[in-house]
């Protein structure tokens, strides 16, 4: 009826081992790419400049009109003559950043804008 104590024989190295491979599984697959992700978010929202063409985090496609270094903002122009102002940590992508033939002034004043025509 009695058990006599004795010795698991076992170690704690293996268990120590379980938990740091466990620990750098993490670090590899969750937090160094997340990390990388939001380095190169900050990277894209400091180098966005006036005439950039951005996608807010919500969804909103508009251009940019102005930037505020002070109070780390923009000012994005969503249609013409609608202006609004967002924090630069707002701009999540930016889709096209204007060419120098853009940024000239137009040659021809003939041209004629292109309509986008919808299906019904």
Request: charged share 20%.
């Amino acid at each position: 009826m009695f058990y006599a104590a004795g010795n698991s024989g076992g170690s704690a190295l293996p268990t120590l081992l379980f938990f740091g491979l466990m620990a750098a599984l993490m670090y590899f697959m969750i937090i160094r790419p997340q990390s990388k992700r939001r380095k190169e978010a900050m990277e894209l929202q400091r180098n966005v400049a006036v005439g950039d063409e951005v996608v807010t985090v919500v969804g909103l496609h508009a251009t940019v009109a102005g930037i505020d270094d002070e109070n780390n903002t923009v000012l994005l122009e969503i249609a013409p003559g609608v202006n609004a102002t967002y924090e630069r940590a707002a701009i999540g992508r930016v889709i096209k950043a204007p060419t120098a033939e853009e940024t000239a002034a137009p040659e021809a004043a003939d041209e004629t804008p292109q309509v986008i025509e919808q299906g019904r």
